[in-house]
């Protein structure tokens, strides 16, 4: 069965920078979309950014989009999401999403 794995949450000091991978181990991703949301606590889940794996197509939440890259490689097996210049309200736990399965999580903090 698919399973998706995040990696590269950490503790974050604010105007740093982070780098979020998500993997699906034995498996490719193919030329379906792929998905980054994001919860913090005590509030609800949010869109991040997506990538068509088919042609690399990315969307992006707009208040973020100018600080957030998300990427994936040609071999089909991995997807990134870089932000940049990150704030307390970028703390949460992340996501990767695709079709109808989910990660556990990675949790990012910001804070100094």
């Known amino acids: 069965q698919l399973r998706l794995v995040e990696s590269g949450g950490g503790v974050v000091p604010p105007g740093g920078s982070l780098r979020l991978t998500c993997t699906a181990p034995?498996?490719?991703?193919?030329?379906?979309?792929v998905s980054w949301y994001r919860q913090a606590p005590g509030k609800e889940c949010e869109f991040v950014a997506s990538i068509m794996y088919s042609n690399g197509t990315p969307e992006y939440k707009a208040s973020i989009e100018h600080r957030t890259t998300i990427s994936r490689d040609p071999g089909q097996t991995t997807v990134w999401l870089v932000m940049n210049v990150m704030e307390p309200a970028d703390t949460g736990t992340y996501y990767c999403i695709l079709g109808t399965f989910w990660g556990q999580g990675t949790q990012v903090t910001v804070s100094a």
């Open positions: 034995g498996h490719k991703f193919g030329i379906n979309k």
